[in-house]
């Protein structure tokens, strides 16, 4: 068998490690001497019904290496969720350029559309093999332990929280931070690694795998400034009450949606405003501030953990080995394996393709206000070597002289 050529894309939100699953495809295609050329689409799926594709084949290992360690979506991304015809569309294309295999690394959504082009290529007998490459900050894959792009987005959940805790020992006051998950609350929960000392924060946490009731958080950060002097919130984007409808849309006057009709979460700073308000009026607390991290969890450069470099590449590479040396189309699965170490497994497409994954019962607390140390031991292996930690004072305390 010659000239077999491959197109890979990348899709969704981008990540700090996303170009290294991008440099695994291409090297470890480059291996196979029977590849005549490695494609890539730009801005995704959308650059392949455009015929918008560049040659990666051309580019040298030295910069490709450089291109990994870069965060980002090298390629370029896209928003698109591809119907049926869209699929087709794409399919189209393949055909036309004599693609034997398509690549896309992606979310739930991406994974989806690998599945809708594999059963279009089968039900015209068109041999192509298609194979879904993980990648989510959100972390909620089906079938996977963990996603590429999580423990980097988390790794910087977490040192931002140790340093906002910091910040607030020392100018105590209510502190409030907004952190990206629509129906996740894997990355809201990372801030918990934040803590080394009993009485740091975040003293609470809220995700959307439990249903937000204003008052009970009110009851909740009046009881940890009672408790600590202060306290340091970390709330989901995607918290809702019983009916399942967003905090954000329940406070706010006006709403934006965005394509989809989804309410728009990411990008504004108006839940932890709203939220910072109700405990202003309610509460009748004057030093009270909020922050939402917003884009800068996805791609924050130098705040990468060495585990999920390496992981993210690997599952570039085994999603080439899985499609030359397998028999059918799938998706790449990261499985644990013991204390710590991982496996990779060709799963059926069905089993990701457009499903979430929510946190596991086990991680949250049975107040429903933080996680639990199941949590952090599933999480601390995945954020990697090197975690800057604070200290304290010990400050041995001097008697006083004056009488007052």
């Known amino acids: 068998m010659s000239g077999v050529k491959i197109l890979v894309a990348q899709g969704g939100g981008p990540t700090a490690v996303i170009n290294q699953s991008l440099v695994g495809v291409v090297l470890e295609s480059r291996r196979f001497g029977h590849v005549e050329r490695v494609y890539g689409a730009r801005h995704g799926v959308r650059g392949i019904i455009n015929e918008d594709l560049v040659d990666l084949t051309q580019e040298t ?42 690549f896309y690394i992606g979310g739930n959504d ?178 009270v501030r909020g922050d939402t991290f917003g884009y800068l969890q996805r791609s924050f450069l130098g705040c990468v953990s060495d585990v999920d470099q390496r992981e993210a590449r690997e599952v570039g590479e085994k999603a080439v080995q899985f499609a030359m040396w397998g028999e059918r189309s799938g998706s790449v699965a990261i499985q644990r394996v013991g204390d710590y170490a991982v496996g990779y497994e060709l799963v059926p497409l069905e089993t990701v393709a457009a499903k979430t994954r929510v946190m596991d019962d086990a991680f949250i607390n049975a107040e429903g206000n933080g996680v639990t140390d199941a949590f952090a031991q599933y999480l601390r292996p995945l954020l990697g070597s090197g975690l800057p930690e604070a200290a304290r004072l010990r400050a041995a305390p001097v008697q006083k002289v004056l009488k007052r």
């Open 61 to 102: 290992v030295h910069n490709l290496e450089r291109v990994a360690a870069t965060p980002a979506s090298a390629l370029g991304s896209t928003r698109d969720k591809p119907d049926l015809k869209y699929c087709q569309q794409i399919f189209e294309v393949l055909r036309a350029h004599g693609i034997g295999y398509f």
């Open 110 to 287: 991406s994974s989806d559309t690998v599945r809708i082009v594999s059963e279009e290529a089968a039900k015209t007998g068109y041999a192509l093999r298609c194979v879904h490459i993980p990648k989510t900050i959100d972390n909620d894959l089906m079938g996977n332990d963990h996603t590429p792009g999580f423990p980097s987005a988390a790794r910087f959940v977490a040192q931002a929280f140790a340093g906002a805790n910091l910040d607030n020992a020392a100018l105590p006051g209510i502190y409030v931070a907004v952190v990206m998950g629509r129906h996740a609350g894997f990355l809201t929960a990372a801030s918990a690694l934040a803590r080394k000392f009993p009485d740091d924060g975040p003293h609470l946490v809220y995700l959307p795998e439990r249903t937000f009731v204003l008052d009970k958080f009110l009851a909740d950060v009046k009881a940890a400034q009672a408790r600590h002097g202060r306290c340091v919130v970390a709330v989901s984007e995607g918290i809702h009450d019983a009916s399942g409808t967003p905090i954000l849309a329940q406070l706010a006057k006006t709403i934006e949606r965005d394509a989809h009709g989804n309410v728009q979460l990411s990008g504004s700073g108006a839940l932890a405003d709203l939220l910072c308000e109700e405990i202003k009026s309610k509460l009748g607390i004057k030093r």
